[in-house]
């Protein structure tokens, strides 16, 4: 597959000369659905969050809240802006019980959660002592490495006891020890590149990194689903930004020409710096970024390439090498390569990867290893001893094993919920299995049916995504069995039955969907 | 309804059509590339391939036969990073081998640890990495998600709770990360139209906090209420009305990271209330140090906490753990459970961070006698300094109480980065003789105000008067070698 990939992008028609026509989403060679909602079902969705604005206000009017008031301070000008008030308390603390649940184990393929009551329409939670277990399509495990036992474990423990739990300095001060250096190395290693620098949080990574690369005589052409802390950390380094369709080539290149034609809007001068920035898997939408197109661009325009690698650094590719690997790009073409270690690898921390010069750069420049305290001991030989796994460097073919049942995982519930008739977004192998159930009163409704079933889902609405495009998201763990997914999708399809959940035009195969046992 | 439009259609002449037409678009590009470039200057301006303004200019492009292609491949950028000059950093080369305790190896030497938060010494006691460990086989080694989406543990609701009961206020939020802590909650309240009052050597995060807010921000004079009140004054003359609408905010550090001076909070308070300016504080150093049960800079002064809106900790520092949290009231906290841009969208700490921080809390809130300790170490060590001949050489800032001291080169006359250079052989000196101390990392091109180069020297709770003084004879020893002064 990824031979024919490579083949589809040198010879694109797309990126030869100047474009004329708009794409065709069927043209797309990676295989992506978004399928459209029904008219019917985005009318019912956008008067449904009016509706509940508009209840909102009434309640507010008539009966304001005795909780939400600040003490002392009259006279003053408000602290915070109305419309935000009305939203939080009256769309989203319908919601509210749905999420924050309190966890109460290892987050792996079960997981304990606390029960929570509330008294008061969910204005407050009161927790208490019962718990019961539930399985776990919530967190971020791709690939099972939250553990409390095992080999992880028991490095992480040697650790603490040798090293500490923390130092308290910044790199650039008394901060570094050897599994710094060690984990480095081996993460370089890992994507094949000449060095890399970790840090000890992955949003911090990006917020507190682009800008000591980027600045304000740069471009920065960036997703429009780019995650949060890419966006911090373009405002911080001041630099023009511009958003660029999600995943659209055609709009991308269109840009870049533009631009350098263009320059500095103000100016003039031709940009010193443009920048692309995007995500390997997008966390909202499954979907995997279309990388080959875009280094083609690159190479083209002479532009260069940020990628975030949060979700797809471990979960993708034969090799768990990320999106990279998956493509079967070379890591040369991705001037930076930036990951985290929250969720494949089950600790804490990111990355930022690339050329020697880059990373020597940055070990003086980012704010990051400056100011902010370095990553934990006890984190970074849990990230050394999963990315080890992971390469299968120790414990012979158990990180292989976990990729591999991750990839059979999401296919094999990929498939199922698509025939179920739901409309699933994103890429077929993305492990980020997105539903949609569209408006925000049935993401509640349906994250609460899958409680009654046992089953931890992760419901995400506005602001998080499009005002009607309330989804209910999977989050697929080689942790999981075969059996358990079975479980699941039973209980989606009585969820689905129930709730009118229907909602593809698609029509569906009668082939039967078979599990690829994974070794 | 059909037929007269037919008719219409059939008596146009389209020759007169495309001639007009085409005028009319010129026109319309002129006047529109106007309205865009006037109106909104700071925006690129973005063409759609649908849109009007790109055809005409499409059109317009190919009338001037204006050479995109060659314009395109003529550009080219400038290299990734700046490898010109190769920045050497003062403690690259050295490692540390053990844990950051009061005694700490370096590059194969045990060193008296002057250099890491470690106030405590936490990292040694057994009843802490007990319950880490707990928290390892219980939890696992990490949280995978966000707060939201089950990344909440009940051990963080203990914490925050903890926290909340210990400061005696309504409620805490905990952050993974000191620094996106204070950059996060300043981000959460201060928005671009308001106006922020800040001290001159506010910490880098308040400063990269406010950048991202695009707020007004007005630098006062370091640690100078009087300079504040001035400022104030001025603007409510400049637009007596206007302030009144606006939000103001007042933002300290208890003790301030880049100097070591306590704040001089009761003045402050007094302004803020009489201004109607609504008051953050960065506890960041002060919190578990200051006031007699650690309860910060509040405490120190004995101020209700109801005076002051938000006060920001980390975990890093007297707690010796990982990450930060917010501590006030519920009106105000709760608001960053969906609006602090770190605790949304950013996996929670790790469960044995977590457990540490706990801990360690448990502990200060169990031994107050432990604070009375480290300010007595700290003042020792600062009247030794200032007592000994170092004095010749060095002026040692910060507060006496301030476990968090800077030793500054005397010489006004060296420049810049000749002390910098002066303090980095003082520390290649030191710790290969047994003394773990550090220069304080700056970006220097970055600070808003840029800071005097300095060592900085951090306090413990085991350090003896004996550790002290040998310090000092080691430090008097490496001047001896290393010229502190400009040559005359
Ligand atoms: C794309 C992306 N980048 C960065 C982050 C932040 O990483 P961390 O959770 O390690 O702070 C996330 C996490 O949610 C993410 O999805």
Sequence with gaps: MASIVNKCYSNHSKLNGYLKKKPIHKDFYIEESYEKMPFSTSIMATLGFYFLIFIGLINHLIFTPKVATEKKRKGYPPLYDTFDNIFLRYVFRRVKDCFNSVVSSVPSAKIEIRTRITEDNNWSFKLLDTKSTFLNLGSYNYLGFAQSDGPIADDTINIIKKYGWAIGSPRQELGTNHLHFELEKLTAEFLGVDDAIVFGMGFATNALNLPAIINSNCLVLSDEYNHSSVISGIKLSGATSLVYKHNDILDLEELVRQNIVSGHPKTKKPWEKIFIITEGIFSMEGSIVNLPDIIAIKKKYKVYLYIDEAHSIGALGSNGRGVLDYYNCCPKDVDLLMGTFTKSFGSGGGYIAGSKDLIDYLKANSYASCYASTMAPSVTQTVITSMSMIMGKKYGGEGRKRINQLASNVKYFRQKLKALGCIVYGNKDSPVIPMLVYSIAKVGSTVREFYKFNIATVGVGFPATPLIESRIRFCMSAALTKEQLDEVLEATEKIVNKFGLRYSKKPISNEEIVYETPY | ?488
């Design chain 2, 1 to 488: 309804m059909y037929s007269p439009i037919n008719l219409l259609f059939s008596q146009i002449q389209f020759n007169h059509i495309y001639v007009e037409g085409s005028i009319l678009l010129v026109l319309l590009w002129i006047l529109l590339r106007k309205a865009a470039t006037t109106a909104n200057p700071e925006k690129p301006v973005r063409y759609y391939l649908f849109d009007l303004r790109y055809s005409t200019k499409a059109i317009c492009d190919s009338f001037f036969k204006l050479d995109i292609e060659k314009k395109i491949q003529s550009w080219t950028p400038k290299p990734l990073v700046d490898t010109s000059s190769p920045i050497r950093l003062p403690m690259e080369n050295y490692f540390i081998e053990s844990k950051a305790s009061d005694r700490v190896v370096i590059n194969g030497q045990t060193c008296i640890n002057f250099a890491t938060h470690n106030y405590y010494n936490f990292f040694d006691n057994k009843s802490i990495e007990n319950r880490v460990i707990e928290a390892v086989n219980k939890y696992g080694v990490g949280s995978c998600g966000p707060r939201g989406f089950y990344g909440t543990f009940d051990i963080h609701i203990e914490l925050e709770e903890k926290i909340a009961n210990f400061m005696g206020m309504e409620e805490a939020v905990i952050y993974s990360y000191g620094f996106s802590t204070v950059t996060s909650a300043i981000q959460a309240y201060v928005k671009p139209k308001d106006i922020v009052f800040v001290d001159e050597e506010a910490n880098f995060a308040i400063q990269k906090g406010l950048q991202s807010s695009k707020a007004d921000v007005i630098y006062f004079k370091h640690n100078c209420p009087e300079d504040l009140e001035q400022l104030i004054l001025e603007i409510d003359k400049k637009s007596p009305m206007k302030r009144k609408k606006r939000r103001s905010f007042l933002i300290v550090e208890g003790i301030y990271m880049n100097t070591g001076n306590i704040c001089n909070l009761p003045k402050f308070i007094d302004i803020r209330i009489r201004h109607k300016i609504r008051i953050f504080i960065d506890e960041s150093i002060s919190f578990g140090i200051l006031g007699k049960k650690g309860r910060g800079i509040t405490e120190h002064f004995n101020i209700p906490t109801y005076e002051v809106d938000l006060i920001i900790g980390s975990l890093e520092t007297a707690l010796s753990s990982v990450g930060g949290f917010c501590v006030g009231s519920t009106f105000v906290v709760e608001h960053q459970r969906l609006s602090g841009l770190g605790y949304c969208f950013s996996a929670s700490l790790p469960p044995l961070l977590s457990a540490a921080a706990i801990k360690a809390l448990e502990h200060i809130d169990k031994y107050p006698e432990m604070l009375a300790t480290l300010r007595e170490r700290s003042i020792s060590l600062h009247r030794r300094i200032c007592l000994s001949k170092l004095i010749e050489h060095f002026t040692l800032g910060s507060d006496e109480t301030s476990p968090l001291k800077h030793l500054y080169l005397s010489d006004e006359s060296l420049s810049h980065s000749e002390q910098q250079s002066i303090l980095k052989h003082i520390v290649d000196y030191c710790i290969p003789k047994g003394f773990a101390i550090t220069t304080a990392a700056y970006l220097y091109k970055n600070e808003y105000k840029l800071p005097k180069p300095s060592i900085r020297l951090l306090a413990s709770i085991n350090i003896t008067d004996e550790n002290i003084d040998s310090l000092i004879h080691v430090l008097l020893q490496a001047v001896d070698v290393i010229p502190t002064k400009a040559v005359q």
